[in-house]
């Protein structure tokens, strides 16, 4: 994604927000971006703590899809408590219809490897986001 016009989450007005709106949860802007990255995201862990300083809800992050493992492990560390990887999930949904695709498979065997594929890829992120071990 292009970084020229991207907006990195303000701890101050984060602050304010929080403050003003009673929210339960806060989504912050630290290098992640939602859909497919075409480069490897560069999350701005130094944004993070300063907006994990700065408000007492919990953290959201949006967009986390392709994020290298390491760095969602430290964004978890830094206080994210919620994390979004739709775009992986459906990624791997059209990576187990290629593969039934190609071999002939009938709709229940289609419908079958995506739920497999899908929850396998699930149950590998959630130990990721170190929510169950």
């Known amino acids: 994604y292009d970084l020229s016009n991207y907006h990195y989450t303000d701890p101050g007005l984060a602050a304010q927000f929080v403050e003003r709106t009673g929210i339960d949860a806060l989504a912050v802007a630290i290098g992640n971006a939602h859909g497919a990255y075409s480069s490897t995201p560069q999350i701005n862990f130094e944004v993070l703590a300063a907006v994990r300083g700065a408000v007492s809800v919990p953290l959201v992050l949006h967009g986390a899809s392709g994020i290298p493992d390491e760095d969602i492990r430290r964004a978890v560390e ?17 990576v187990e219809l ?12 289609v419908s ?10 699930c149950l590998q992120k959630i130990r990721l986001f170190g929510t169950r071990r």
């Not at 830094?78 to 059209?94: R, V």
């Open 98 to 109: 290629s593969a039934c695709a190609a071999d002939g498979y009938n709709i229940f065997s």
């Open 78 to 94: 830094g206080g994210i408590t919620k994390i979004n990887i739709f775009t992986e999930l459906t990624q791997q949904a059209a």
């Open 112 to 121: 079958k490897a995506i739920r497999t594929g899908t929850r396998d890829r």
